[in-house]
């Protein structure tokens, strides 16, 4: 309420005026009676009469102090109603059917109306509509951008109407709007034997997946896996298990209520419930025919398992290899003592045989003896 204190001037009406007194009166006993009676006026009488003569000196002087109660304006005489058509948008989402907000602004009576679009600071941030007349404008759309024509960041901004009549202004920001060109995130875990397992590694256990979704605008809509080649997607809504041995692939994603879609994800999970079969011991090594009683082994703390067998195998055929060539030596010294001259008859020369001399019979014997203790000595091996 206001409070408005006015003053103005009052002119007084001079009262009637009295006729002239013609003569003096006449003194009479009343008058002089009258005259004493005033003269014994008391003191306090005198100080009444001098606080009325001052009232009425106040007003006398044409000014009197008034007060007025003023009511504050009124608002609008017209009301207003507002329809919002998708309250969440995504404009940069080119394939979403959220790309554009519907405002639809009525009223019950004419008024002066500016619709904008402002941010949480109350900034203007698109303008969009301005009349100074109307009752049921046609709707107004926003695409997500601002007065430059830029798109603005994802945020909620509210929807203004400042509208006016004779009765009064007024303005409401009750309706918002949600832009989000965000897609979702969907996370994957999982367990095996009832602990948690690492993707990507063996379990020789079924394997429970759950995956998880989180959205900070429109919310989460639904979300999608497949297990399969080729993809076969279905809508998550419990934790999956999976059974196959072998390695499987998951896929998985997201959608938004502005229908902003998730990158495809994958996870890998590899099951093996076989037992391993243990590896084969190497082979015993044959003994070897002749006079040849066993091999030296090469130790399995020197090489390693995969190579042991390898070795052995090399270090044996080289023996036999050398064994066979002083076989072939020896045979070949027995025929030439047995048959002299026979590797000369076959111009075969034969380096180990010492030229007959007077002393044959004593130089056979020494050779028989050498190529005896040879064949002695291949009994150590």
């Keep these: 309420m206001f409070l408005l204190v006015l003053s103005w001037q009052v002119w007084a009406e001079e009262a009637s005026s009295t006729e002239p007194i013609i003569g003096e009166p006449e003194e009479t006993e009343e008058n002089s009676t009258s005259t004493e009676e005033s003269s014994t006026t008391t003191d306090s009488e005198l100080e009444e009469e001098k606080e009325e003569d001052d009232n009425a000196s106040s007003f006398d002087s ?57 941010d ?11 009349s100074g007349s109307v009752t049921n404008p046609q709707p107004k759309y926003w695409t997500g951008k601002d007065n430059s024509n830029d798109p603005v960041a994802d945020g909620t901004y509210a929807v203004q109407v400042i509208y006016s009549d004779v009765g009064g202004q ?12 965000t897609s979702p995130v969907t996370g994957a875990s999982a367990l095996a034997s009832g602990s948690a397992y690492a993707f990507d590694t063996w379990a020789d256990e079924d394997v429970i997946v759950t995956l998880s979704s989180a959205d900070d605008g429109a919310g989460i809509k639904k979300t999608y896996y497949s297990t399969t080649t080729p993809d076969n997607f279905v809508e998550y809504l419990t934790p999956f298990t999976i059974t196959a041995e072998g390695t499987t692939t998951i896929k998985y994603y997201s959608t938004d209520n502005v229908d902003n ?6 996870a890998i999970i590899k099951i093996d ?31 390693s398992k995969e190579k042991l067998f390898e070795k052995q195998e090399l270090i044996k055929q080289r023996k036999i ?3 066979q060539r002083q076989l072939r030596q020896v045979r070949r010294q027995l025929l030439e003592l047995k048959y002299p001259g026979l590797f000369a008859e076959l111009d075969v020369p034969n380096p180990e045989v010492a030229e007959p001399t007077s002393t044959a019979t004593s130089t056979d014997q020494k050779t ?14």
């Design 120 to 130: 949480d600071s109350d900034t203007e941030v698109k303008h969009l509509y301005s």
């Design 273 to 303: 419930r076989t037992e391993p079969e243990p590896e084969p011991e190497p082979e015993a090594e044959p003994p070897l025919s002749g006079s040849i009683a066993s091999l030296s082994v090469i130790s399995p703390e020197q090489v």
């Design 261 to 266: 879609q998730e990158t495809e994800n994958q």
């Design 170 to 181: 007024a303005t409401n920001t009750s309706e918002t709007i949600l832009v989000d060109n």
């Design 321 to 323: 290899a050398s064994l």
């Design 62 to 118: 044409g000014f009197a102090p008034m007060m007025l109660m003023m009511a504050p304006p009124a608002g609008p005489n017209a009301t207003l109603t507002i329809d919002i058509i998708n309250s969440a948008i995504a404009p940069l989402n080119a394939s979403s059917t959220f790309g554009t907000t519907t405002i639809d602004l009525r009223f019950s009576s004419a008024v002066a109306v500016d619709l904008n679009i402002i």
């Design 368 to 381: 028989k003896k050498s190529l005896w203790d040879l064949l002695d000595l291949f009994k150590f091996w």
